[in-house]
């Protein structure tokens, strides 16, 4: 299998987030598994899951991290946000990245989901890259505004090239 490279947006995200080797985290979006790699790689105890959508996000993410799923340090499954089921008070990171979820319809439930099953001190990290920049004022107010309505403290971080914009809520 071709080496496949990590866009610098994605590294530039996964270290913002600060993965601790004991981390449990959830991605959203997983898409062609640049993330979830990146974050496995720093991994040691923890674990993450990543869901998608999209069978072809999962099996891509799934062919690409096949050393993590086999290890049992990845989980990844074809599923939405709404649906999801994990144990309570477990998660300390959620990851997403071009996840358009959080700004283009109401999310009360899920940021609920994330709010219950991220542990006290956790942290969701939504990310854009910034390809419209004429959204990104609109993004980072209702994902903002989203997570705050959830009971997450919001910050907000930035990059200019490649131009991302990152939204975090800290429970």
Request: glycine share 8%; charged share 25%.
């Amino acid at each position: 299998m071709a080496v496949q490279t990590i866009p610098p947006r994605i590294r530039w995200a996964v270290d913002i987030m600060d993965v601790q080797p004991s981390d449990h985290v959830l991605e959203i979006g997983c898409g062609p598994g640049a993330g979830a790699e990146l974050i496995c790689e720093r991994l040691e105890t923890g674990k993450l899951f990543a869901i998608d959508r999209s069978e072809s996000g999962v099996d891509r993410t799934k062919r690409r991290c096949a050393r993590f799923v086999e290890s049992g340090r990845l989980t990844v499954r074809q599923i939405d946000l709404a649906t999801l089921r994990v144990p309570v008070k477990r998660l300390n990171k959620v990851f997403s990245f071009n996840v358009n979820l959080f700004w283009v319809r109401s999310c009360a439930d899920e940021v609920a989901l994330l709010h219950e099953r991220v542990v006290p001190g956790g942290e969701v990290f939504l990310f854009y890259e910034a390809s419209r920049p004429e959204l990104v004022p609109t993004i980072v107010r209702k994902a903002s505004a989203a997570l705050a309505d959830g009971g997450f403290r919001v910050s907000v971080v930035d990059q200019k090239a490649p131009p991302v914009v990152g939204i975090i809520g800290r429970r």
